[in-house]
C-alpha cells in the first residue's frame, strides 16, 4: 500500500500534537507508527531518524532496533549499520542474529573475511546449537552465497549429530548452484532413512526437472543409488517415477518388475504400471507388463484383465502397423482397402480374444474379447455372419454388465452390411429405446436410421430425420447429417431417378459390393449425363475401383473424368485422389509430387489445398 | 498536352525498363487484402533471396507487394506455401514500376539483397512459442538461430544482421513476477538458471550481466546492427541502460537492497527511446516503470485498435518498410509492456503507430550509431491477452495476421539495399 503526501502530512500533525500529550508511551507509540508508515511509503531517510529518535529513547526495544536496522540496510548505509550492530553486540553479545546481520553487513560492503568471521562468531556461542547454522545458511542464501549455505547446513548437522539434518535445505541450496547429482545425493539420503517422504521428493525433483541435465542428474544417482542398495523399493519407486516422467516406459517396466518381486505384490505393482503405460500410449511397454501378470499371476483377481488387455495391446499395435487403416499420425491414409493384408496380425488378436472369452465366459473381460472380435471380423475381414453369430451370443449381457450398448449398435450396422434393411432399422429402433444411451449415441442412431431411408430413396424421410441434427452444432454427427441433407437436396433436381441409384450404389458400396455398386455408377454415367450426381458418381467409382485393387483402371476413370469435365466442381477432388493414388498405390512419389503440385496451380482455393501442401512437404522430405 | 503527358509517361516506362531490364516475365506476390497467407509471403521474399533471385519490394503498392523474376521454381514454392502471387509478363512489370516510381503516389521500389542473419536473443530452456517473433519465423519458414547471454558476451553479435530480444527482462528482475510466481518451479528453475550462468561469466549478480549484455548489443546496433524488441524486453532494455551506474534491484532479485537514490542516478543520456520515466520500486508490483501503460486499458480488446502512421515512401523508406500493411488500424493486444506513453519518448525517436486520441504509443524506430532499432508493444498479436503457460498461438489460423506483418517487416528490412537519401 502506498501513502500519498497528504496522508503523511496529517500523520506528521496527529505525532506533533500526540507528542505534547503527557504519556510517554503514546508519544513513542505515534512515533513507531509514524515510522512505520514512512518505510512503507519508501522513505527511509525519514525513517531512520524517527526509528534513531525511539532507539534512543529505548535502546532494549526489539522493534526499533530492527526498525533502525531495515532502514540502514535499505538506505545502504552499511558503514553506520556494522557500527550500530557491533554497539548492539556489546549489550547483547549471545545474540546470534546480530551476529548473522553483522555478517550480511560486511558481505555487502565487500569485506567477505569480515562478513565469515563474523558468522563464525555466531557459532562460537554455542557450536552446538543447530539453529544458527540454518540461520546463518539463510543469511548466505539471501546474499546469493548458496556454497557459503551449504557449508553451514552441513555443518549444523554434523553438530546436531543427524545425518538427516537440512536435507530439503542443503538440496535447494545444490540446485541453485546447478549441482543437481549433489542435491539428488542428499534425497537419495532422505529416502534412504525415511521411505516416507517419496512423494516430498518428487514433489522437490519437479522443481529442478526442466532445467537442462536437472532430470539426467536424477536419474544417474538414483540409478546408481539403486545398485548400491538392491533391496531398497522406495529407491526403485522414485527411479520409475523419474523414467516415467521421461516417457522412458521401457526402464520403467524393469524397474517396476524388480519392484513388483521385491514388494511380493503377486503383479499388483505390474498392473497398475501397465494401466498407466497403456493410458500413456506406450503399448509395446504396457503390452509386455500385461503379458507378464497374466502369465504369473494368472489366479488372481486381475489375471483376467491383463489378459484382455495383453490382447488389446496387440490389436492397437497391428491396428498402427495396418496399411488398411487411417492414421491420424503420420497423415498417411491407406494404401489399399484389401482386407487380407490385414489377415495375419488380426487373426492373432482374435484367436487369443477367443481363449478369453472361452476361459471367462459371464466376466466382463470375456464379454469384452466377444465384442472385439465382433468387431474386428466386421470393420478387418467384412466377416458379417462371425460378427454376428457372437455379438448376438455376447451383446445384452455385456450391456446390462457394463451399460455399454456399442455391441447392440453394431449389430444393426452389420444388418445393414448384410442387406438386411429392415432388421437393421428394427434393431436400431431396439436400441434408441434403450434408457441407457448417452445424447451422441441417441443422435448417431437417428442418422444411422436416416442413411437407412436414404439407401432405401425415402429421401423425405432421411432429410426429416437429418433436419434436428444438421442445426445442433454441439452434435457430433452434425457435420454428417448436414452433407448428407445437402447431397439429398442437391441431386433431387430435375428427377429423384439418379440419386436412386447413386443411393443403391451407396448400399452396395457399404455391403462391400464394389463391382456392384461400380456398375450402378457407370449406369448413372450412362443414363444420366446430363445430371449433377454424374460427376461424383466418376469421383466416386474410381474409389471403389481402388478399393478393390483395380488401380489402374481407377487412374483410368479419374483421368477419363478430368479430360471429359473440364468445368466439373469435382476436378480438384479428381486431381487429389489421382495423386494420391500414385503415392499410396503406385509407389510413384514424383508423380505423384508433380500431381500434388498440379492441383495447388490449377486448383489454388481448393479445400485440398492444404492436405495437398501437407503432402508435398511429405514427399519432399521422403525424397531426401 | 495529352500527348505530351503520353510520352512523357512512356518516357518513364522506358526508362524503367532500362533501369530494371525486366524484359522478363515477373512474379507478383500482392500484399492486400486478397492475399492468401501475408505471412508465408515474407517467407517466400526471404527465400527468394537465399536462392539467388532478385525481389523487390514495393512500398505502398498493394499493400508492400513483392516482385521476383519470374522462375518456375519461385512460382511453384509460393504454390507450395499457399502464397498467392500473379505471373506478369515484362510490359505489365514495366507499368507497376512506374506507377511506384511516379512522383505523385507515395510508393517506392526498395531492392532487397542479401536475405539477413538472424539472432534470436533468448534462454536455452526456451519454447519457440513462447514469443511471437520466432512464431513468426517458424511459420513464415524463415531461419534463424538462437543466442543467450554468453553468445552475446562472447562477442557472436556481429554474425548476424538482425537480432530480435525476446520479452526477457534486462533489468535483472526476473519479470518481476516475484509475488505471483516465486513459489512455481519455472520460476526458480529461471532464478537459478541465470544466476549460474552470471557466476559462470563473472558476475556478482544477474543484473550486473544483463547490463553487460544490453551494452554488448547497444554496441552491437552502434556498429550498424538491427535491433528488434517486442513486450518487456522494450522498457527493461532502456532501463537498463538509464540505470548503468545504479542498482534497482530488490534483495529478493539480486541480494541486496537497490540504492535509495536510484531514481536520481538514471542517466537518461544512455537511454535510446525513454527519458525521465519514474521507476516502480515496489518489487511485488508486476510492472517497471511508468513507461508502460497496460494498466490503463482495461483488459479488453473492444475498442483497443492502433493506427499505423503513414510516411513518405520516397523520403522516408525505412518507416514506410516497417509500416507496410494490408490494413493501417490493426486490433491491439497485451502484453507484459502494451504500449508506450508519448510523454516519456524522446523527440529523436519516430513514432510508428499509436492508439489515436490516447497517450499510447505501439510501435515505434529509431537510429543509434550505424544502426537501427525498433520496439513493438504487447506479446502476441494474435492472443488478446496471452497468461503464463497459455497454449502457443496456431499462426495457420491468423495467415493474415496485420500485427504479425509488422514483425515481419522488421526482418525483410536490412535485406534492404540502402539507397542515396532523396533530397
Not at chain 1, 522 to 537: G, K, T, Y
Amino acid at each position: 500500500m502506498r501513502y500519498t503526501p497528504g496522508l503523511i502530512n496529517i500523520l506528521t500533525i496527529f505525532s506533533l500534537i500526540t507528542s505534547r500529550a503527557p504519556a510517554q508511551s503514546i508519544d513513542e507509540q505515534n512515533l513507531f507508527r509514524l515510522a512505520q508508515t514512512y518505510e512503507q511509503a519508501g522513505q527511509w531517510e525519514t525513517a531512520l531518524r524517527y526509528y534513531k529518535d525511539l532507539f534512543q529513547r529505548q535502546p532494549a526495544n526489539a522493534n526499533y532496533f530492527e526498525g533502525l536496522r531495515r532502514s540502514y540496510t535499505q538506505l545502504k548505509k552499511y558503514p553506520e549499520l556494522v557500527a550500530f550492530l557491533e554497539g548492539r553486540i556489546k549489550i547483547f553479545p549471545q545474540d546470534i542474529m546480530i551476529y548473522a546481520y553483522l555478517g550480511s553487513a560486511f558481505f555487502r560492503m565487500e569485506r567477505e573475511d569480515d562478513a565469515y568471521a563474523a558468522w563464525e562468531r555466531a557459532i562460537n556461542i554455542n557450536p552446538l546449537n543447530t539453529s544458527t547454522y540454518r540461520l546463518l545458511a539463510d543469511q548466505a542464501i539471501d546474499n546469493k552465497l548458496y556454497h557459503k549455505a551449504v557449508e553451514y547446513l552441513l555443518r549444523g548437522r554434523k553438530a546436531g549429530g543427524n545425518s538427516l539434518l537440512f536435507v530439503p535445505d542443503v538440496a535447494r541450496a545444490y540446485v541453485l548452484q546447478l549441482k543437481f547429482d549433489d542435491a539428488m545425493q542428499e534425497y537419495v539420503n532422505l529416502l534412504l532413512e525415511n521411505p516416507a517422504s517419496l512423494g516430498e521428493v518428487e514433489r522437490q525433483i519437479t522443481q529442478f526437472a526442466g532445467l537442462p541435465h536437472g532430470i539426467e542428474a536424477a536419474e544417474r544417482v538414483v540409478k546408481d543409488a539403486c545398485e548400491d542398495h538392491r533391496n531398497n523399493v522406495t529407491l526403485r519407486y522414485l527411479r520409475a517415477w523419474l523414467a516415467m516422467e521421461r516417457k522412458n516406459y521401457n526402464t520403467a517396466y524393469e524397474v517396476y518388475q524388480e519392484i513388483d518381486e521385491m514388494q511380493n505384490s503377486n503383479g499388483v505393482e505390474l498392473m497398475n504400471f501397465a494401466r498407466r503405460a497403456f493410458d500413456e500410449k506406450s503399448y509395446d511397454v504396457a503390452m509386455k507388463a500385461f503379458q507378464h501378470v497374466a502369465k504369473k499371476h494368472h489366479d488372481q483377481h486381475y489375471g483376467p484383465e491383463a489378459e484382455f488387455f495383453f490382447v488389446r495391446c496387440i490389436e492397437v499395435i497391428n491396428e498402427q502397423n495396418d496399411s488398411t487403416v487411417f492414421h491420424s499420425d503420420s497423415g498417411t491414409k491407406p494404401t489399399s482397402y484389401a482386407s487380407t493384408e490385414a489377415v495375419p496380425s488380426y487373426a492373432g488378436a482374435i484367436s487369443l480374444y477367443e481363449e478369453i472369452a472361452y476361459t471367462y465366459p459371464k466376466h466382463p473381460v470375456g464379454l469384452e474379447a466377444k465384442y472385439r472380435i465382433g468387431y474386428l471380423k466386421f470393420f478387418r475381414f467384412f466377416d458379417t455372419d462371425g460378427a454376428m453369430s457372437i455379438l448376438q451370443e455376447s451383446s445384452e449381457l455385456r450391456r446390462r454388465l457394463t451399460g455399454n450398448p456399442d455391441g447392440d449398435i453394431l449389430i444393426g450396422d452389420i444388418f445393414l452390411a448384410q442387406g438386411k434393411l429392415d432388421q437393421a432399422r428394427d434393431q436400431y429402433q431396439r436400441v434408441t429405446s434403450m434408457p441407457i444411451l448417452t445424447p451422441n449415441q441417441a443422435q448417431l442412431l437417428t442418422f444411422k436410421l436416416a442413411e437407412l431411408d436414404y439407401f432405401e430413396a425415402k429421401f423425405d424421410d432421411a432429410l426429416q430425420k437429418l433436419q434436428p441434427l444438421s442445426v445442433n452444432s454441439n452434435a457430433d454427427i452434425a457435420n454428417d447429417a448436414l452433407l448428407l441433407s445437402l447431397h439429398i437436396i442437391d441431386n433431387r433436381k430435375p428427377t429423384d431417378a439418379p440419386l436412386k441409384e447413386y443411393a443403391h450404389a451407396a448400399l452396395f458400396e457399404r455391403q462391400r459390393k464394389y463391382s456392384e455398386a461400380a456398375a450402378i455408377l457407370q449406369n448413372i454415367i450412362v443414363n444420366f449425363p446430363s445430371a449433377i450426381i454424374v460427376d461424383r458418381s466418376y469421383i466416386i467409382r474410381a474409389s471403389l475401383e481402388r478399393k478393390s485393387g483395380q488401380s489402374t483402371q481407377a487412374l483410368e476413370t479419374l483421368q477419363t473424368f478430368l479430360t471429359k469435365f473440364p468445368e466439373s466442381i469435382l476436378r480438384d477432388q479428381a486431381q487429389f485422389d489421382l495423386a494420391e493414388l500414385y503415392q499410396t498405390t503406385c509407389h510413384d512419389k514424383a508423380r505423384a509430387l508433380e500431381l500434388y503440385q498440379t492441383l495447388l496451380k490449377d486448383f489454388p482455393n481448393s479445400l485440398l489445398s492444404g492436405e495437398a501442401r501437407r503432402r508435398i512437404l511429405f514427399l519432399r522430405q521422403a525424397n531426401l | 498536352m495529352k500527348s505530351i503527358f503520353r510520352l512523357s509517361f512512356l518516357s518513364i516506362i522506358f526508362l524503367v525498363q532500362i533501369n530494371f531490364g525486366f524484359s522478363q516475365q515477373k512474379i507478383l506476390i500482392y500484399m492486400d487484402i486478397p492475399q492468401s497467407d501475408h505471412l508465408k509471403a515474407y517467407g517466400i521474399a526471404y527465400w527468394s533471396l537465399t536462392k539467388g533471385f532478385d525481389v523487390d519490394w514495393l512500398l505502398n503498392y498493394r499493400g508492400g507487394s513483392f516482385m521476383t523474376s519470374y522462375s518456375p521454381v519461385v512460382e511453384n514454392e509460393c504454390r507450395v506455401r499457399g502464397v498467392a502471387f500473379t505471373a506478369i509478363d515484362g510490359s505489365t512489370a514495366a507499368q507497376i514500376y512506374a506507377e511506384v516510381q511516379t512522383a505523385d503516389n507515395n510508393m517506392d521500389v526498395i531492392k532487397l539483397e542479401k536475405a539477413p542473419k538472424i539472432a534470436v536473443y533468448v534462454p536455452p530452456n526456451f519454447q519457440p512459442w513462447d514469443d511471437a517473433v520466432t512464431l513468426a519465423l517458424e511459420y513464415a519458414e524463415i531461419p534463424y538461430d538462437k543466442v543467450w547471454d554468453e553468445e552475446v558476451l562472447k562477442d557472436k553479435l556481429h554474425e548476424y544482421d538482425w537480432l530480435h530480444l525476446h520479452h526477457e527482462d534486462f533489468t535483472g528482475q526476473y519479470g518481476k513476477f516475484y509475488a505471483q510466481f516465486s513459489t512455481f518451479p519455472w520460476y526458480i528453475q529461471t532464478q537459478a538458471m541465470y544466476e549460474a550462468k552470471a557466476r559462470e561469466l563473472g558476475f556478482k549478480k544477474v543484473s550486473d550481466m544483463k547490463k553487460a549484455v544490453a551494452r554488448t548489443i547497444k554496441d552491437y546496433v552502434a556498429q550498424g546492427g538491427f535491433m528488434f524488441a517486442m513486450c518487456s524486453a522494450t522498457d527493461t532494455y532502456d532501463i537498463a541502460l538509464a540505470a548503468e551506474n545504479t542498482d534497482i534491484c530488490d534483495v529478493m532479485f539480486d541480494g541486496d537492497p537497490p540504492d535509495p537514490d536510484c531514481q536520481e542516478k538514471l542517466d537518461f543520456s544512455k537511454s535510446w527511446v525513454f527519458e525521465n520515466f519514474k521507476l516502480v520500486k515496489n518489487p511485488y508490483e508486476y510492472e517497471y516503470s511508468d513507461i508502460d501503460m497496460t494498466p490503463t486499458l482495461g483488459g479488453r480488446p473492444d475498442g483497443d485498435y492502433f493506427t499505423l502512421f503513414e510516411f513518405s515512401a520516397k523520403y522516408d523508406p525505412v518507416p514506410t518498410m516497417l509500416t507496410q500493411d494490408h490494413v493501417v488500424v490493426i486490433q491491439g493486444f497485451l502484453g507484459q509492456t502494451t504500449a508506450f506513453r508519448k510523454s516519456l519518448i524522446k523527440k529523436s525517436v519516430t513514432i510508428l503507430a499509436e492508439k489515436k486520441g490516447t497517450d499510447e504509443v505501439k510501435y515505434l524506430h529509431g537510429n543509434f550509431g550505424r544502426g537501427t532499432f525498433t520496439y513493438y508493444g504487447g506479446h502476441d498479436p494474435e492472443d488478446y491477452q496471452h497468461q503464463v503457460g497459455d497454449p502457443p498461438t496456431d499462426l495457420s489460423l491468423h495467415k493474415t495476421s496485420p500485427g504479425y506483418r509488422l514483425i515481419l517487416n522488421n526482418v525483410l528490412f536490412p535485406a534492404a539495399k540502402k539507397k542515396q537519401q532523396k533530397t
